[in-house]
């Protein structure tokens, strides 16, 4: 039974720059989270999607960006990086939007330049 | 808003030792919560969760009971292991009738190392 996936493991980028962070949920989940951690930190809620459209959104400038395709799989858009925006992404996947427990992938580490 | 509050840290023990992370949160209704693990260079991992209060929730020699009126979630373990050293995060679910319900929020994390 597949866990989360997230692609890639590590990235770089400069400041200004886009960048696309993507995940694919367990095997039968169809909803999808990202949080985003900061060294040190607890990870903090980005957005979460369903039926290929957002249904919650933390609180977080729309430089970030979201998208989830048929199959489930989303992608993660930031836009204009900002030194700040270093940090680790964490896709979480669950059955329905709303259901409590949530599963983690291991996470894209972003740093930005 | 919903937060968590979790004991500073870090926490350094010796192997079989007793083990308490103190969480305690704020939210209305009755949230879920978790305890959540991350081994270094990891992802999160679901270590136990309770649903309604006086739930015991328990995983691998761990323990939390939810304590609607302390609103407290405490962390404990009779014996630690080396095996155990990581970080600890205690995270709430809204109440599933609010708007936070499906959303997790975290507190800040505890370090725990324990030693031969």
């Known amino acids: 039974d597949a866990g989360v996936t997230q692609s890639p493991t590590h990235l770089i980028k400069t400041r200004g720059q886009q960048v696309t962070l993507r995940c694919s949920p367990k095997s039968g989940h169809d909803t999808v989270s990202w949080y985003q951690q900061a060294l040190g930190q607890g990870p903090q809620f980005i957005f979460q999607?369903?039926?290929?459209?957002?249904?919650q959104r933390g609180n977080f400038p729309d430089r970030f960006s979201g998208h989830q395709f048929p199959n489930y799989s989303s992608e993660l858009n930031v836009n204009a990086l900002l030194l700040g925006d270093s940090a680790l992404y964490l896709c979480?996947?669950?059955?329905?939007?709303?259901?409590?427990?949530?599963?983690f992938g291991p996470g894209t580490r972003l740093l930005v330049l | 808003g919903d937060s968590v509050t979790q004991m500073e840290g870090p926490v350094t023990l010796s192997e079989e030792a007793f083990l308490t992370i103190n969480c305690t949160y704020t939210?209305?209704?009755?949230?879920?919560l978790f305890w959540y693990v991350q081994y270094p260079g990891e992802g999160l991992q679901l270590l136990l969760k309770?649903?309604?209060?006086?739930d015991k929730g328990s995983n691998k020699g761990f323990e939390a009971t939810y304590r609607k009126e302390t609103t407290s979630f405490h962390l404990e373990k009779g014996s630690v292991q080396v095996s155990d050293s990581a970080v600890y995060f205690c995270a709430l679910s809204g109440d599933a009738g609010g708007t936070s319900y499906g959303k997790l929020t975290f507190g800040q994390g505890t370090i725990l190392t324990v030693h031969p």
């Open positions: 939210a209305t209704g009755y949230p879920s």
């Open positions: 979480a996947s669950s059955l329905v939007p709303r259901q409590e427990t949530q599963y």
């Open positions: 309770a649903t309604k209060a006086d």
């Open positions: 999607y369903y039926e290929e459209e957002e249904r």
